[in-house]
């Protein structure tokens, strides 16, 4: 943001924001622009100690190895279909 942005926004501020709320108006935009500058400067240093990291210093995904042995497959389960009592014939 440059100088004159800066002179632009004050000036609409003034127009828009009531004298006596101007000084706590004033706080909070500068908490807001501290934490905004906080949080790119940390995230800034994140990048540039990440880019100065050599490949060879990472750790490479090794899968592991399969089992020795397959699992056994299980037999599907097997249907016993039984009558209805209604279709059951009586015995004689």
Do not use: C
């Not at 908490?31 to 790119?40: A, G, K, M, Q, V």
């Not at 240093?45 to 490479?60: I, N, S």
């Not at 699992?71 to 004689?92: Q, V, Y």
């Amino acid at each position: 943001m440059s100088f004159s942005h800066m002179i632009l926004l004050a000036l609409v501020a003034l127009i828009v924001i009531p004298p006596e709320k101007l000084p706590e108006f004033a706080r909070q935009v500068a908490r807001i622009f501290n934490e905004l500058r906080r949080s790119t400067t940390g995230i800034w240093d994140d990048l540039k100690r990440d880019a100065m990291v050599k490949p060879e210093d990472l750790v490479h995904y090794k899968p592991s190895p399969p089992p020795a042995t397959p699992p056994t497959p299980t037999a599907p389960p097997t249907a016993t279909m039984t009558p209805p009592d209604s279709e059951k014939k009586p015995h004689e």
